[in-house]
């Protein structure tokens, strides 16, 4: 059951290589509950070598465009160390952002400041049930034009928000009291 809470949450997603054994983290992106956002390329270590071409088409973000453009891991570590420092921030894909995230922190030598939980884990069973169709609906309405980590990580938070604000809406109307006919409570 998830857990009540009127917060707006920290929202991390990573884009990689390719899904499944061997993959690893290119992009790193989150949104603060201010709205702010950051997206960060990671250049491969040398030893990770698996590339997707069916991943690089979803992403649209190259070997190539990380090799040159990147930045070194040990620097998105600490910047992401720095900024969630204390913090728990949420993914929608947890099992594999958590493994692709420990692979971050194992190649820079650092453990992670911050926590990394599972954005269901925040949700109720009626919020659970609607996320998919919310999460369309906000898509169109932003026509995000590519699919990257901190537009993702943007379209959960504003999903998120969406559904708290239509349960908070629901949960006051139901408790309301109601007019009877004539104006008689």
Known sequence: MGKPTDEVPIVLDIEASGFGRGSYPIEVGFVLPSGESRCMLI???AHWTHWDPAAERLHQI???LLMQ???AIRDVVEELNATLY???AYTDGWAQDYSWLAALCD???RVPTFRLESLRALL???EAERWAQTKQQVANE???PRHRASADARLLQLTFMRLRAGTTRRH???SAPQVAAGGQW
Request: aromatic share 0%.
């Open 43 to 45: 250049r491969p270590a």
């Open 62 to 64: 190259s070997r190539d």
């Open 69 to 71: 453009h990147g930045l």
């Open 86 to 88: 204390g913090c728990t």
């Open 107 to 109: 190649v820079a030598g």
């Open 124 to 126: 109720d069973e009626d």
């Open 142 to 144: 932003l026509a995000l």
């Open 172 to 174: 006051a109307s139901a």
